[in-house]
């Protein structure tokens, strides 16, 4: 199983980035999809999830209505579009997949995801 996360870079505050996520060795539609950040000296953090077939998504307090999670089947993939980026967005962004949720929701706590990518570097700069 791979998962290869993508788009990170630096960016102005207010810009915009949009994270991808690749998968490949696995039944891609059988899976939740979630992207997490980590920060310098802090712990992992959940910031977007999204079921198998649902589009009941989940975000965190802190980019909802900036960031929007979405994926494609067909390509195996899964995106994050960032957008208003604050400096305090700074952080290691991960995509992570789980087979245990049910087909129509999608579950926030890093612990209960079984694959990771190695991550995308992200900085926005104030």
């Known amino acids: 199983v791979q998962l290869q996360a993508s788009g990170g870079g630096l960016v102005q505050a207010g810009g915009s980035l949009r994270l991808s996520c690749a998968a490949s060795?696995?039944?891609?539609?059988?899976?939740?999809m979630g992207w997490f950040r980590q920060a310098p000296g802090k712990e992992r953090e959940f910031v977007a999830a999204i079921p198998r077939y649902s589009s009941n998504t989940r975000y965190s307090d802190s980019v909802k209505g900036r960031f929007t999670i979405s994926r494609d089947n067909a390509e195996n993939t899964v995106y994050l579009q960032m957008n208003s980026l604050k400096p305090e967005d700074t952080a290691v962004y991960y995509c992570?997949?789980?087979?245990?949720?049910?087909?129509?929701?999608?579950?926030?706590?890093?612990?209960?995801?079984?694959?990771w990518g190695q991550g995308t570097l992200v900085t926005v700069s104030s």
């Open positions: 992570a997949a789980d087979r245990r949720s049910s087909t129509q929701t999608a579950r926030t706590i890093p612990s209960e995801y079984e694959y």
């Open positions: 060795g696995l039944a891609f539609s059988n899976f939740a």
